[in-house]
């Protein structure tokens, strides 16, 4: 199972992601909301840019956005493998999907916890990630909804019938206990639970 570190509820960040940087851990996981699609605000660009002196792992972008592509050519610019924004914002999906491509990056979608599965289905071949998110998108700490298991199978279902290469990665209230529902997944992404560990590399280990 890969894991993606996310350090949005860190109270220090340089110190945490350099612990994270001598871990195993595959991803870091950057979480950027603009106080419109979610409403909390995360830090901007011109400070996250940033984010290089303190980790070298790859990223993986997760946009809490309502407008991504202002922000996806900024975040192109960094170490990033993915980029993912949520398909709630309707427009211009297929535009942003392309936009991420054309910078040699995998994209991904996003999807709440109440909306229908089905509506990836047109963006399919495109897409390189589902993120399901099992908690309401916009701040760290909450709790794995329990229907979310039923929500990653039905994605998994979704992802073989269309022969669709995507990976499906889980975000939202991963712990060691969590973990076993999401066992038709491929990535994991937890923040507090890691980021409140003693250890940093046992909870990655307890996850994987
Ligand atoms: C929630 C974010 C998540 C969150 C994960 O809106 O997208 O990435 O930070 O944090 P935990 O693991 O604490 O739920
Ligand atoms: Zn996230």
Redesign the pocket.
């Known amino acids: 199972m890969k894991i993606s570190a ?1 350090f ?2 860190s109270e220090n960040i340089p110190r945490d992601l350099k612990r994270l940087n001598e871990t195993d851990v595959d991803y870091i ?1 950057l ?1 950027i909301m603009d106080g419109k699609f ?1 409403p909390n605000k995360t830090m901007p660009f011109s400070e996250m840019k940033n984010i290089y002196k303190f980790t070298d792992k790859r990223l993986d972008v ?1 946009l ?1 956005v309502d407008d991504p592509k202002k922000y996806i050519p900024l975040y192109a610019e960094l170490n990033t493998e993915y980029i993912t924004f949520h398909v709630e914002v309707m427009e211009q999906i297929e535009e942003n999907l392309e936009l991420i491509k054309s910078y040699g990056i995998k994209c991904g979608l996003a999807i709440k916890p109440n909306t229908p599965v089905k509506s990836l289905v047109p963006y399919l071949p495109l897409l390189d990630m589902i993120l399901v ?1 099992s ?1 309401e ?6 709790t794995f909804i329990s229907s979310s298991k039923e929500k990653i199978d039905e994605v998994r279902d979704l992802v073989n019938s269309y022969q669709s290469h995507a990976i499906i990665s889980v ?4 712990t060691n206990e969590t973990k076993d529902e999401c066992s038709k997944c491929d990535m994991l ?5 890691i980021i409140n560990g003693e250890s940093f590399q046992e909870r990655i280990d307890s996850l994987r």
């Open positions: 996310s949005l509820s996981h979480d979610v997760h809490m998110m908690v998108p916009g701040k760290g700490g909450q975000d939202g209230g991963i992404v937890s923040g507090s639970y």
